[in-house]
């Protein structure tokens, strides 16, 4: 059964600061996304990473992946209150089972970030 | 223009009832899937459907099932419902060859 871990779970940091929500899945993917959700929100897609070494970067974050390592991170530039949310990393992977070929998204359990002013 | 869109946005029904969540699509993905988030914010596949094959995750109950009228909706039937099945559910949809999942707003449902 594939695995998705997300570190930390909660984050509470303070504006102007620095940090790197990590994870890691057990299983081998291609794709690994990375998705926002505000407070009794839908998700919203920040980034979708397809290859080994990938980096992406939208304002104030920025995503990796280490295909090898079975790893991601999401860093946080100079955080501000705004980008307070919870933080979801999921892997999609394909159902062998399936004869369409169907995907589907395991997601961790989410990473509740907190910017304090 | 929404492009995945649940209804109801909220439910709330006792115990025992039978219930349906409707969800509607219009990007022409081939794929959608419904997603449980619990208390905890947790999210969970229940089930996908693709070119009417469906694939069901092996812990969701019976009193679950999903209903494909065609390839833009996908909604959700439930049978007699009880407390833990309290939850905000989420429909999808995707196209592989594209990359992309996209979300609806959610159904929160809550059962009394």
């Known amino acids: 059964e594939l695995k998705v871990e997300q570190n930390p779970l909660f984050l509470s940091m303070q504006e102007g600061k620095n940090y790197t929500i990590y994870c890691n899945y057990s299983?081998?993917?291609?794709?690994l996304y990375w998705y926002r959700q505000d407070p009794g929100k839908s998700l919203e897609s920040l980034f979708v990473l397809l290859s080994n070494g990938a980096v992406k970067q939208e304002g104030r974050l920025m995503a990796s992946l280490d295909t090898k390592a079975r790893l991601s991170t999401l860093h946080i530039t100079a955080a501000v209150h705004d980008l307070s949310a919870t933080y979801f990393c999921?892997?999609?992977?394909?159902?062998?089972?399936?004869?369409?070929?169907?995907?589907?998204?395991?997601f961790g359990k989410g990473t509740k970030l907190s910017v304090i002013p | 223009d929404t492009a995945v869109s649940q209804t109801p946005k909220y439910l709330v029904t006792q115990m025992g009832n039978d219930k349906s969540i409707k969800c509607e699509q219009n990007l022409g993905h081939d794929t959608m899937y419904w997603y449980k988030q619990d208390s905890k914010k947790f999210l969970k596949i229940m089930f996908s459907?693709?070119?009417?094959?469906?694939?069901i995750n092996e812990t969701v109950p019976n009193r679950f099932s999903p209903k494909s009228p065609d390839k833009a909706h996908l909604n959700l039937h439930i049978n007699s419902l009880e407390l833990g099945d309290s939850a905000v559910y989420f429909c999808?949809?995707?196209?592989?060859?594209?990359?992309?999942?996209?979300f609806g707003s959610g159904t929160r449902l809550t059962v009394v």
């Open positions: 999921a892997v999609s992977t394909v159902d062998i089972n399936s004869g369409a070929g169907s995907y589907q998204l395991t």
């Open positions: 999808a949809s995707s196209q592989p060859s594209l990359y992309g999942y996209t």
């Open positions: 459907y693709n070119n009417k094959e469906l694939i």
């Open positions: 299983t081998t993917s291609d794709r």
